[in-house]
């Protein structure tokens, strides 16, 4: 667990911060200040520009979230997400990180628990400006395993925002990572997250001219 305030991590603690009181929540805040140097925002808007008004990145997730639990009698969930995806197009960085997790879980007969967590918002850098990403399009599977195991895996399959007022986001998954493990008979876990994604940057003005 994180303090949004003080920004510190408590593993194993819940509720609030030790240190000022802070309600604790699931996932790391963002950073507040870009890890690279940043570049002027018409040096960005003239790339795209010069690409006919759109250009794509490939994202790659470098830092992945999970967590598991467990409920009667004996469903267990599993929770994965991208924590951390980063990119690169002509010496411009992208950094972006997980701001807020979606999360659901469902169970079938007679042992079977389902846990699903994607990537509900997330939020980061563009050559130093801030780009802020919403899910439009959640996946959602799942498996199961003898003799009552059941996998749950999700993901945020298109996610949609801004970088600016001149700039529109959409980023949409291309690959898809995935993992599951177990405990003692019937507690199965399935994690799902964005393992590689397209982050496609247009102007404003010609998506309202289309």
Not at 40 to 58: A, F, H, M, Q
Not at 127 to 133: C, K, Q, S, V, Y
Not at 202 to 209: E, F, P
Request: proline share 5%; hydrophobic share 35%.
């Amino acid at each position: 667990m994180y303090c949004p305030k003080c920004k510190c991590e408590f593993v194993g603690w819940t509720g609030k911060c030790p240190t000022d009181g802070t309600l604790l929540v699931e996932v790391s805040p963002p950073p507040d200040k870009p890890a690279h140097a940043a570049v002027p925002y018409e040096t960005l808007v003239d790339l795209i520009r010069e690409k006919n008004g759109s250009c794509e990145i490939e994202l790659r997730t470098t830092e992945v979230g999970r967590e598991r639990k467990m409920s009667f009698p004996y469903r267990g969930h599993g929770f994965a997400w991208a924590k951390k995806m980063v990119g690169e197009i002509n010496g411009i960085a992208v950094d972006l990180h997980i701001d807020e997790i979606g999360k659901n879980k469902d169970w079938g007969f007679p042992y079977q628990g389902y846990g699903f967590a994607w990537e509900k918002q997330m939020r980061g850098w563009v050559g130093g400006h801030e780009i802020n990403l919403s899910a439009t399009e959640v996946a959602h599977e799942k498996k199961h395993l003898f003799p009552d195991r059941g996998h749950g895996y999700s993901w945020a399959g298109e996610l949609a925002g801004d970088c600016g007022k001149l700039i529109r986001a959409n980023m949409k998954t291309i690959e898809v990572g995935r993992d599951r493990n177990w405990f003692f008979f019937y507690f199965g876990f399935g994690y799902a997250w964005i393992g590689r994604a397209t982050l496609v940057l247009s102007l404003a003005d010609r998506q309202a001219g289309e």
